[in-house]
């Protein structure tokens, strides 16, 4: 490193002029990256060249508040117009965090993010982004050293509240900061970011007033209702799969006001969030488990600008499997159950996720559904993700026309068996809407009417068993 002398830092060919207010401006040297800011007594005015264009600024004494380099500590204040100081000419290259360094434990990058939002909070000043460092993270690629799912509100930008560059953060934003509906793009990008980019620390970050968690508390009816609501737009549909928050929040506090009650829903909501986004990904979760990344939860206040880290994801809650070990459910419990998960369907929620451990007890313990269901064969009606169960929860026979009108033994001898054996209260027989099975049993009324045709196929037999009907 080469000292060069910044003593005429105030000279016009050697000052960028970065940001200015009424009371001072920042300047920083041409040579190195020195950023000074100065206290501003407006004088005459003059001329100084930046980037090859002339701009006309205001001549100034002034007092010199910060100053220094990367590579040199504070310079000590200063009260002169021309200050006698030596900086090391600084490679910024060699500082910028690519994915050719190492990276960033996790504890050490959520210090980072306190002592950045403490800058923020302070209302100081962030570096400008050098060419530099955007030329270095062109060609040797991205280190972050922290993932975030953010609120996408735009008083919550994550960069400026952790007081964070280009290449330190790899963001995901939405509408309450959620993966409620097990949404794809952000599970997967923060799987990329954790796997591929050697990042170790994924922050949830939740913030105060926020819209997203008011509107899930004002859905709590609308979650409750019987009948759903057809013409639901997919905000309305996105709002009632935040409202599990929103519930619990108004269990927690049954006589608060609704503003309580909202502030207490976006906490939970963080740490849903950090727990939907596990239960999801088996890579995350097997990296929280290995102790390679850490997983935390942030609480920003739009009105102080300050975070407040509320530590991880809740611990996993004991796996509840129904099996052949268990009690077997009520027939009106096995109805209400069908109706909500088929609530659910017809919301357009996605279905949870199968956790191994669901198959392994299913598979050593054996089954006890709540239902036995005939349903139709049609390829529209898949009748475990129409009412939003999981493996061991229904026993399914299905047919053309889910019928037995020839007295199929094997879908009579299937529900013997599943109600005898295994314990299950409730029957249900499941027919659709335009069914080609029925259609065909309409068209072949004449058939049935007829003798019987010699050399009919079994399909034509059985629509015409089904003419009844």
Same mark, same amino acid.
């Given at each position: 490193?080469?000292?060069?002398?910044?003593?005429?830092?105030?000279?016009?060919?050697?000052?960028?002029?970065? /940001?200015?207010?009424?009371?001072?401006?920042?300047?920083?040297?041409?040579?190195?990256?020195?950023?000074?800011?100065?206290?501003?007594?407006?004088?005459?005015?003059?001329?100084?060249?930046?980037?090859?264009?002339?701009?006309?600024?205001?001549?100034?004494?002034?007092?010199?508040?910060?100053?220094?380099?990367?590579?040199?500590?504070?310079?000590?204040?200063?009260?002169?117009?021309?200050?006698?100081?030596?900086?090391?000419?600084?490679?910024?290259?060699? @500082?910028?965090?690519?994915?050719?360094?190492?990276?960033?434990?996790?504890?050490?990058?959520?210090?980072?993010?306190?002592?950045?939002?403490?800058?923020?909070?302070?209302?100081?000043?962030?570096?400008?982004?050098?060419?530099?460092? /955007?030329?270095?993270?062109?060609?040797?690629?991205?280190?972050?050293?922290?993932?975030?799912?953010?609120?996408?509100?735009?008083?919550?930008?994550?960069? @400026?509240?952790?007081?964070? !560059?280009?290449?330190?953060?790899?963001?995901?934003?939405?509408? =309450? @900061?959620?993966?409620?509906? !097990?949404?794809?793009?952000?599970?997967?990008?923060?799987?990329?970011?954790?796997?591929?980019?050697?990042?170790?620390?994924?922050?949830?970050?939740?913030?105060?007033?926020?819209?997203?968690?008011?509107?899930?508390?004002?859905?709590?009816?609308?979650?409750?209702?019987?009948?759903?609501?057809?013409?639901?737009?997919?905000?309305?549909?996105?709002?009632?799969?935040?409202?599990?928050?929103?519930?619990?929040?108004?269990?927690?506090?049954?006589?608060?006001?609704?503003?309580?009650?909202?502030?207490?829903?976006?906490?939970?909501?963080?740490?849903?969030?950090?727990?939907?986004?596990?239960?999801?990904?088996?890579?995350?979760?097997?990296?929280?488990?290995? =102790?390679?990344?850490?997983?935390?939860?942030?609480?920003?206040?739009?009105?102080?600008?300050?975070?407040?880290?509320?530590?991880?994801?809740?611990?996993?809650?004991?796996?509840?499997?129904?099996?052949?070990?268990?009690?077997?459910?009520?027939?009106?419990?096995?109805?209400?159950?069908?109706?909500? =998960?088929?609530?659910?369907?017809?919301?357009?929620?996605?279905?949870?996720?199968?956790?191994?451990?669901?198959?392994?007890?299913?598979?050593?313990?054996?089954?006890?559904?709540?239902?036995?269901?005939?349903?139709? !064969?049609?390829?529209?009606?898949?009748?475990?993700?129409?009412?939003?169960?999981?493996?061991?929860?229904?026993?399914?026979?299905? @047919?053309? =026309?889910?019928?037995?009108?020839?007295?199929?033994?094997?879908?009579?001898?299937?529900?013997?068996?599943?109600?005898?054996?295994?314990?299950?209260?409730?029957?249900?027989?499941?027919?659709?809407?335009?069914?080609?099975?029925?259609?065909?049993?309409?068209?072949?009324?004449?058939?049935?009417?007829?003798?019987?045709?010699?050399?009919?196929?079994?399909?034509?037999?059985?629509?015409?068993?089904?003419?009844?009907?």
């Amino acid at each position: 490193m080469r000292p060069h002398d910044c003593s005429q830092v105030t000279a016009k060919e050697n000052i960028l002029r970065l /940001r200015a207010d009424a009371t001072s401006v920042l300047l920083r040297c041409r040579q190195c990256t020195i950023q000074v800011w100065l206290k501003v007594f407006w004088g005459s005015s003059a001329r100084f060249s930046l980037q090859g264009v002339t701009h006309q600024v205001v001549t100034f004494s002034f007092q010199f508040l910060k100053m220094g380099c990367a590579n040199s500590t504070p310079a000590p204040q200063a009260k002169d117009e021309i200050v006698q100081l030596q900086f090391e000419e600084a490679d910024g290259s060699k @500082n910028y965090r690519t994915s050719k360094g190492s990276a960033v434990p996790a504890d050490q990058a959520l210090t980072i993010l306190k002592e950045g939002n403490s800058r923020y909070v302070a209302s100081k000043a962030p570096s400008a982004t050098l060419q530099s460092r /955007r030329q270095a993270l062109s060609d040797d690629g991205q280190l972050p050293l922290v993932a975030v799912l953010s609120c996408a509100d735009s008083r919550c930008p994550v960069e @400026n509240i952790f007081s964070l !560059a280009a290449g330190d953060v790899f963001v995901c934003r939405n509408a =309450g @900061n959620t993966v409620a509906q !097990a949404e794809g793009s952000v599970v997967a990008s923060m799987e990329y970011c954790m796997q591929n980019l050697k990042t170790q620390l994924l922050v949830v970050m939740g913030h105060t007033k926020c819209g997203a968690l008011k509107g899930a508390v004002a859905s709590i009816p609308a979650a409750d209702a019987t009948e759903q609501k057809q013409d639901a737009s997919v905000l309305e549909n996105y709002l009632v799969a935040l409202t599990p928050a929103a519930k619990q929040a108004k269990a927690d506090l049954p006589q608060a006001p609704v503003q309580e009650v909202e502030e207490r829903a976006i906490r939970i909501n963080v740490k849903n969030t950090m727990g939907k986004i596990l239960e999801v990904s088996e890579p995350l979760r097997q990296m929280v488990d290995a =102790g390679r990344i850490k997983v935390e939860g942030a609480i920003y206040d739009i009105t102080t600008g300050k975070v407040e880290f509320i530590g991880g994801p809740p611990a996993p809650a004991p796996l509840s499997v129904r099996t052949g070990k268990s009690a077997s459910v009520p027939g009106p419990e096995a109805l209400a159950t069908l109706k909500a =998960g088929n609530a659910r369907y017809a919301g357009g929620h996605a279905p949870a996720a199968t956790p191994k451990g669901r198959i392994q007890a299913l598979s050593s313990d054996g089954q006890l559904p709540m239902a036995a269901v005939l349903g139709c !064969a049609d390829s529209r009606c898949p009748v475990e993700l129409m009412f939003g169960v999981a493996p061991g929860d229904i026993f399914v026979c299905r @047919n053309a =026309g889910n019928a037995i009108a020839k007295a199929e033994a094997s879908v009579v001898a299937s529900m013997e068996y599943c109600m005898a054996h295994l314990k299950t209260k409730l029957l249900v027989v499941l027919g659709h809407t335009k069914c080609g099975a029925l259609n065909g049993a309409l068209a072949s009324i004449p058939a049935a009417d007829a003798p019987p045709k010699a050399n009919a196929s079994v399909l034509e037999q059985y629509l015409v068993a089904l003419t009844p009907a």
